[in-house]
DNA sequence: TCCTTAGTTCAATGATTATTGAACAATTGA
DNA sequence: TCAATTGTTCAATAATCATTGAACTAAGGA
């Protein structure tokens, strides 16, 4: 029902995916997606990065332009980095981001107030 | 006289390079320059790439952004890619950039008989 | 000096952006 | 069924974006 839709793997534009990129709160969500990248995370763990509806469209800036995808399960949405696809169009690409994007300040430290 | 600001090394944002590649022109422009690295280019080399006015608009957001360096000589401006610094703030990246932006079709077929 | 070359700046335009709070929808558990 | 949890959508706002043509500046050559 909810279907996500996000771009098939070679429909995934480099100009949209740096402009996807081009962003403090969304970089931050990049980099603690990378942390455990084997673990998809939901969308209230990115409480830390901003508000719960400026991550809704973060997230969905993420998502369309072909970074991340999104399983909904439950009342729940469990985000992961598109890593065979982003390496297959954009060799050795994801690994620089991520590289940086670890290393990034949180734009914001403050969290929601339905936090935790 | 015309002094060129462009951030220092160490003050060159990585969200702000991403965003200064996040669009088509800018990602061709890198594509020429990165062709021929140890040449910098005058701007009008890139009149296949657009229009003379949007050319100075998007060389001034790559140099804004720390993504090239510009030389004015005479009338000319000879432009180039900050290789050093990005590849010391940002290992990697500017490869994987090069490596897609070369392949990436020009924006515009509206191109002068620019053939080098 | 006058003209050409090379590129910038300005103003106007329409499009896209990020942010906010309020309202909404969907699922789960009591 | 009721309430809580999880997240999206909507409308409004202010800011920035990319594009255009006309006007402009600066340097060089005749």
New binding site residues.
Partial sequence: ??Y?PQPETEQIAFANVL?AL??E??LAIIGLLARNEENPM????FSGV????????????LREAGVVH?R???????VSIRRADLDQRFPGFLDSIIATAQHLPM?REEAQS?AD
């Fill in positions: 029902m909810t996500l402009t081009g962003d709160t969304r939901s969308c209230g763990q901003g508000s719960k509806t400026g991550l809704s469209y973060h997230l969905s800036k999104v909904p399960e439950g009342t729940k949405r469990y734009p339905t």
